[in-house]
């Protein structure tokens, strides 16, 4: 769900899981806050590189977006460790609704800006900004309720009880294993792949549709190209409320509303791109359409995105760090299928193509999320201690706390005793 920089590095899975371990293992808030001031030190180097050379402008782009790569999965670790399971929805709605709620305001401040203060300003301005939220991010934010200074104790002792034993004080190893053979897992990851292609297509690629066949610049209106974002907003707010709401009185469960979310943001937006095909040059219904499409996408952010607090509290960051780099993929890939199918052949019947696929693609991850997502906590979540010390390997811990041999050092050695 990020902006989808085309950079490699931040889209790898290693390099996000391994990010969103460390802010299990560290602290989710610290390294948010490194993450911050690093990419607001590369903007501000961002028009130097550009003067300097093409090859350094895109190394900074890549730095840009490794450092912020590791936000998305430590703003799960935080989540999984204050968002009561029945309010997740709506919580988890509002905090990443900020990035699409900043893009309208990016754009219009930029807009303003680059006209009487320059180009470079558009780079300058937001990574001071970014530093001065940063610092009220460090003041503000706090890893865990208990060390929080700006709640009470009966507040504490909600969101604890909520939570229960499902969120461990103590990092546990990453059951890789249970982990990758997860099912709801990979549902997650499929989803949020499906969901990036279709958006991305709605947001990039239809503009671009939109100026060469019906001759419109929608990027040129700040009021059109700001609409979507907004429906997309309102309609994700109004959905995740009502999802908890209905939750909290035992009206659908868990697993029931993160379906229903995928179906709603996927199914219509796909009905929405076929639309497109046959509506051909007439612009008003084009404009309604893609606003329409956008705004019910709203609905995913309660679906896939808390999925991955849903499913492991423990290793929300690692689980979404994987999630979030493959599913940022299409930020590259959607614009090059696009180059591939519509390049010198800017026509409706090629165009139609894109659609199709687009459509294709959020089905097909709909199918795929409905048959095998879950909104329970998975058995992979608790590790025990016991089963800790030598994950499918030559030693086992017996009741006592003692170490014994397994059948392949017995044969070795010729014991089967807890030894000392």
């Known amino acids: 769900m990020e902006s989808g920089e085309p950079d490699k590095l931040s889209s790898t899975p290693t390099w996000k899981s391994q990010g969103g371990h460390l802010a ?25 590189a550009a003067k300097y050379s093409v090859t350094m402008l895109i190394i900074m782009r890549v730095a840009l977006g490794a450092a912020e790569g590791v936000t998305f999965p430590a703003v799960q670790v935080l989540l999984a460790s204050w968002s009561p399971p029945l309010e997740r929805s709506i919580l988890s709605t509002i905090v990443f609704h900020g990035s699409y709620a900043g893009m309208p305001i990016a754009y219009t401040v930029v807009a303003a800006i680059m006209p009487t203060l320059g180009w470079e300003a558009a780079f300058y301005i937001p990574a001071g900004a970014t530093c001065a939220w940063t610092l009220l991010w460090l003041i503000l934010v706090s890893d865990h309720p208990h060390t929080s200074r700006l709640i009470t104790s009966v507040e504490d002792n909600y969101i604890t009880a ?19 053979s997860s099912m709801p897992f990979w549902a997650i990851i499929v989803a949020g792949f499906g969901n990036n292609w279709g958006f991305y297509i709605l947001l990039t690629d239809l503009p671009l549709y939109m100026k060469e066949i019906l001759r419109m610049d929608l990027n040129s209106n700040a009021v059109l190209s700001s609409m979507p974002f907004v429906g997309f907003v309102c309609f994700g707010l109004v959905f995740g409320f009502a999802g908890d709401f209905s939750r909290q009185r035992d009206s659908i469960s868990t697993t029931f509303l993160r379906k229903a979310a995928i179906a709603t943001g996927h199914v219509i ?57 493959i599913s940022t993929m299409p930020g590259w890939l959607a614009p090059m ?30 199918v795929f999320f409905l048959l095998f997502a879950s909104g329970e906590e998975q058995p992979w979540n608790k590790v025990k201690k016991n089963d ?16 014994k041999t397994d059948s392949n050092l017995n044969e070795m050695y010729g014991t089967n005793q807890c030894q000392e």
């Open 162 to 180: 909520a939570i229960g034993d499902s969120k461990s004080t103590e990092v546990p190893p990453v059951p890789w294993r249970s982990l990758l």
């Open 388 to 403: 800790e010390l030598r994950s499918g390997s030559d030693v086992i811990q017996c009741e006592s706390g003692k170490i």
């Open 24 to 48: 299990e293992k560290w602290s989710a808030r610290y390294m948010i806050g490194v993450a911050w001031v690093l990419a607001s030190l590369i903007s501000c180097l961002l028009p130097l």
């Open 337 to 366: 299928a696009v180059g591939h199918i519509v390049n010198n052949q800017q026509t409706i019947s090629q165009w139609r193509k894109v659609f199709y696929v687009a459509a294709g693609v959020y089905i097909a991850d709909t």
């Open 269 to 325: 937006p796909a009905i929405c791109l076929v639309g497109l095909s046959f509506v051909e040059c007439d612009t008003e219904t084009t404009i309604v359409l893609l606003f329409f499409s956008v705004t019910i996408n709203g609905a995913v952010l309660t679906g896939w995105v808390p999925n991955a607090v849903d499913i492991a509290p423990n290793f929300s960051g690692t689980t979404f760090g994987i999630i979030n780099a």
